[in-house]
Every structure is written in C-alpha cells, then in structure tokens.
C-alpha cells in the first residue's frame, strides 16, 4: 500500500530522531494496526496512572499527566518501536520515598519536587545519552536488580493493604509497614475490606479464569489475553457505580474525589537550590533502575521481530520522557514490561501507537474526569497489588544458589536491605553489590595450567584432560583480560607453581582469553619477567591478540621480555620441549 508519508528524512537525520526512520514508509495499514494497539493500551492505561500516582503520593490526575507528553517525547526520540512508557510500579514506589523525605503529601511543594525530581532524571539520562555510556547499565548485576524488583514488589503491595482496609498507615520499609498497620487495625471499614478485597480477587481470576471463560466461548488464545488485559477497567466502572449507588462515601470508603479535568499547563517548575541538592541522589538512583527495567523490555522485544535498539539512544528517549514529564506537571517515568508487552501483542508496529495512545488520556483527562469522582481508592489500591505480584520472583533465589553462590549473596543482601531499609538504600546497595561483585570476579580469574592434547594441536586444563607436559614448561592459560584488580592474583599463582618445580626452566603465559592489559598488569608482567629472569627462567608469551601486541610494543616491554613471542600455544610448546626431550613426548599428566 502506497505510504502515508512519501518524502523520507536524511539518512543522518535518523541517527537523532529515530522517528525519521519509520514515519517515511509509514502506510494506512500500519496506521491501523497502531490505532488498535492504541486503544488497548490506553484502556489499560487510564486506571493504571492513576493507580500510580496514588502509589507516588500524588493526585491521581498527576498520573494521567505523565501518560501524555512523555509518550510523545519517547515516539520522537527512542530506538524501540513497540516500547510504552509512563507510570510503573518500582519508580513511583522510589519517587515517593525520595518525595517524603523532602515534602509533605498532599502540599505543592511536594508536587513541585515530583516534577523537579522527574526533571533531573530526564538531565542525568540526556546526559549519559549524549555521552554515549549506555553501557554503564552492564555494570549492574542482573540477579541484583532482579532481587530489587522483587523486595520492592512486596514493599509496593504491603503499602497498598491500608487502602485495601481503610486504615491510616506509613512507613518506608516492611518493619515500619507492617507495624503501622497493625496498629490500625482496629479502624477496619469492612465497606472498604470487602469492596478492596473483591476487585483482588476479580483481577486475580480475571488472570486464569476468564481466560478460560473466554475460550470456552470460542474467542481466539490471543483476542482472550487482550481482552483479560481491560480487566482493570471492568472494575474501575463496576466500583465507581457501587460507590455511587450505594453512597459508600457517607459509609467511611475513601474516594479518590474531585479530579481536576483538562490538559496540564507546561512550564519550568520554581525550585531552590537546596531541594535541587536533595534530589538530585534520588534522581539518579531512579534514572539508572528505570533505564535498566526499560532497556531489558526493549530488548525482549525487540529480538521477537529482529529489531535493533540503541542504548544510548534509549538514554536520550528516555530522558526526553521525563523532561517532558516533569515540564507538565508529571513526575519520574519508564518503559513499562505490562503495559509494553501488551501494546506489542497488540499488534503495535511503531511509535505511532504512543501518540495515539497520549491522545486518548488527553482526551480522558478532558472529559472522563468528572466520572472518577466515585473512584475507590480500594479500587486503586488492589489494581496496584495485582500488578505488582507478577514482580515478585523469589525462583531467582534457588537459580542463584545453584549456579552462583556469590550472585546468590548479592541478591538476598539486596532483597533484606530493601525490605529493611527501604526503597533508597536497598538501590544503593544493589548498585554496591553489582560492583562488589564484578571486582570480586575479575580479581580472581580462572588461571590454568594446560597441556598439549594427545594427537592434536590444542591445550586444555590439566585438571580436566589427559595432556601431555614437560617438568621444566610451565604453560599458564588466564581466562580473562589483565587488569589492575587481578594482575597481583596472576603474580602469585606463577610464583606458587615456581616454587613447587624446582626443574622450571621456561614459563609460557598463553594469552588467548587476554582481550586487554592495563598499566597495573603491564607492572606486574615486568616484574614477573624480573623475577623469573633472576631465578633463570624465559618467560614467554604466546597467541597474543593484536591490539594487546600493539600496546605491549608500545610500552617497550617486548624489548625486556627474557623469552619469546610465539604465534601459537602449539609452536611455543613444541619449540621449548625440543630443548628437553629431543623432540620425544614428555610426561602424560593424567585426569584429575
């Protein structure tokens, strides 16, 4: 079908503005297929921000402002076609401790510090973004964040059971939590409990149940999942013509009231340079979890149609969203993994189905508000646990343990600090853990002693193979880069296996597995050719890679080395034994 738009952009142009890419080609089918995707997402999508906003401390229009102006920002500037972001569970959970440490709930200031705070976190992700260090996120250890995401979902739905019961509660983590509720439960409105309890449990079945129910009626596996997707939806209106006919706020049910209807007004919020101060760790903490929840998301999808995403890109298009969100009146926004899988099932072919998708909140905004007076907040609350149950992943915990203790260490003292703690410290730990742990790893490489394969060319781990061995050649295999945190580790295994063949003559460091070696190595490499040198052995290097040779050459090491550089493992092998054996084979090290 002949494309909508005709005159595509300079190719460069795409490079900053990925939508220049797509919107050339675009075509009255695809236009389609965004517009139903669109439609669903913004039906999930309404209850959704609201129920975020309630999460963060905020008024729930805040919520529907932050699902509009963001989403176009990111159609504009991120990599991911099917990628939808807005309010999510873990970043209002962390706004609102950064917010409650600097503002009291329900004042304008603490309206005005979600949007600074919004704000800085769209400069710190431009910033990475225009910096190009995207990669920063590897940094952060998986199973970490995944323990984050767990201990918060349980923080997250443990703060919702005082809307669920209608009692007056705080606190920042699970001791504080759960003692503040304790205390009131006494004040239960049963009203509230029964009313909470059973959109819980309709939202629950909705899940298993009615999708089933649907089947039975013949509704195709896909049409079905979509249509349990809207189950939010579905309780919002049956609550709110409850709560109305039934008059249940003379009944002690609290409502989320008067929602003010019409756009957001955009502008530069007033701030003081104290609150700036304030946020700006929090900021941060947010920006480097949101970017990390978003970019695991983009890329799940991505690969599903054989799509690309950049991640420095996603910096920038996140950080626009959140520019964009915190110029109208919203607060801290990310890709969402429901909300995103949904618009992709949903037949989602590009960014367009964000536009559309803000256009209908905007339009929701303008006109549906006068409806959500009704709205429990028992409703809300139990649409929040719900969703959050699905954030819970206490397997990662038994995966762990089985593969590695040492991630399985990292994720439950980030699991019990966030429990205890709560939400900012537990981030800071996390981010501690992953860095911990990544130097612990590179600190203590796998170091093997190999020898020559009978019948072939190849060297293998002593330990494991049966090999073939000289007493007076060592030949050392280092499965990891030289670095400042693991060159002394390298010193002290070599001078180990010196001090137990007293027949050493040659020492052989196969580099295969060394894709770089900084100056703290190149130290310890000289002083390791010194060493062996004085005792009388050659050190030798083999199947060393070409960018490490170029920055050896330049270092003038080569020219100090005792012994030689050979192009294989075999060919140093082979040539050194000759000294020894008269070119017959030496010692047959057996399996271990």
């Given at each position: 079908m ?203 079945w909705?899940?298993g ?60 919020p ?10 700006m ?13 978003s970019i ?6 991505a690969?599903?149609r054989r ?16 520019m964009?969100s ?36 905007a ?10 007076y ?7 609350a139990?649409?929040i ?16 343990w ?9 994720v ?35 170091i ?18 049966q ?12 499965d ?57 052995i ?55």
């Amino acid at each position: 079908m002949k494309a909508l738009f005709n005159n595509g952009p300079a190719h460069w142009l795409g490079r900053f503005l990925p939508a220049a890419i797509w919107l050339p080609g675009y075509s009255l089918s695809t236009l389609q297929k965004d517009l139903l995707a669109a439609v669903i997402v913004t039906i999930m999508l309404i209850p959704q921000s609201l129920a975020y906003a309630l999460l963060a401390g905020l008024p729930a229009e805040v919520g529907l402002y932050a699902s509009i102006a963001p989403l176009v920002a990111y159609a504009l500037f991120g990599s991911s076609r099917t990628l939808s972001v807005g309010p999510v569970a873990v970043a209002s959970l962390m706004s609102a401790a950064a917010l409650g440490q600097v503002a009291a709930q329900n004042t304008a200031d603490y309206l005005l510090a979600a949007m600074l705070l919004a704000l800085l976190s769209g400069l710190f992700l431009l910033l990475l973004g225009v910096l190009r260090l995207g990669f920063l996120a590897n940094f952060l250890s998986h199973p970490v964040i995944s323990g984050f995401i767990t201990a918060s979902g349980i923080l997250i739905a443990v703060s919702q059971l005082k809307h669920l019961m209608g009692v007056a509660a705080s606190g920042d983590n699970l001791p504080e939590l759960l003692h503040s509720i304790l205390a009131g439960m006494g004040e239960i409105n049963l009203y509230t409990l029964v009313l909470g309890t059973a959109v819980v449990g309709f939202l629950i079945w909705s899940r298993g149940g009615a999708v089933a129910l649907l089947r039975r009626l013949s509704v195709s596996e896909n049409t079905a999942s979509l249509l349990v997707k809207a189950a939010p939806v579905v309780g919002v209106i049956a609550t709110i013509v409850l709560a109305g006919g039934l008059d249940l706020e003379g009944r002690g049910v609290q409502l989320v009231g008067e929602i003010p209807g019409g756009l957001p007004s955009f502008g530069l919020p007033n701030f003081s340079l104290t609150l700036l101060q304030q946020l700006m760790v929090p900021a941060i903490m947010i920006s480097i979890i949101g970017y990390v929840e978003s970019i695991s998301v983009g890329k799940t999808l991505a690969a599903k149609r054989r799509q690309k995403i950049d991640m420095n890109q996603e910096l920038i298009g996140l950080g626009a969203a959140n520019m964009a969100s915190g110029l109208s009146g919203g607060f801290p926004v990310t890709g969402g993994f429901s909300r995103s899988v949904v618009n992709f099932d949903a037949g989602a072919e590009t960014q367009m189905a964000s536009v559309m998708t803000a256009i209908g909140i905007a339009l929701a905004a303008m006109f549906l508000t006068p409806y959500l007076y009704y709205l429990p907040k028992a409703t809300l609350a139990a649409t929040i646990i719900v969703a959050v149950l699905s954030l819970v992943d206490f397997s990662i915990l038994q995966k762990t343990w089985r593969y590695s203790p040492s991630d399985f260490f990292a994720v439950m003292i980030t699991i019990v600090v966030t429990l205890l703690f709560g939400v900012e410290i537990g981030v800071s730990c996390g981010v501690v853990a992953s860095i911990v742990l990544f130097l612990y790893r590179t600190s203590k490489p796998h170091i093997a002693e190999v020898g020559l394969v009978e019948g072939t060319e190849h060297f293998r781990n002593i330990q494991r193979h049966q090999v073939h061995t000289v007493p007076q050649i060592l030949s050392v295999r280092v499965d990891e880069s030289l670095m400042f945190s693991n060159a002394a580790f390298l010193e002290e295994r070599i001078y180990s296996d010196i001090a137990a063949t007293p027949e050493l003559k040659h020492v052989i460091l196969m580099c295969s597995a060394i894709n770089e070696i900084d100056w703290s190595a190149l130290e310890a490499l000289e002083s390791i050719n010194d060493q062996l040198q004085t005792a009388g052995i050659c050190f030798h290097l083999s199947e060393v890679k070409g960018p490490v040779m170029d920055a050896l050459a330049k270092s003038g090491f080569l020219d100090q080395l005792s012994g030689k550089i050979f192009f294989t493992q075999y060919e140093a092998f082979t040539t050194l034994r000759e000294n020894f054996t008269g070119g017959e084979d030496g010692n047959v090290q057996e399996n271990r």
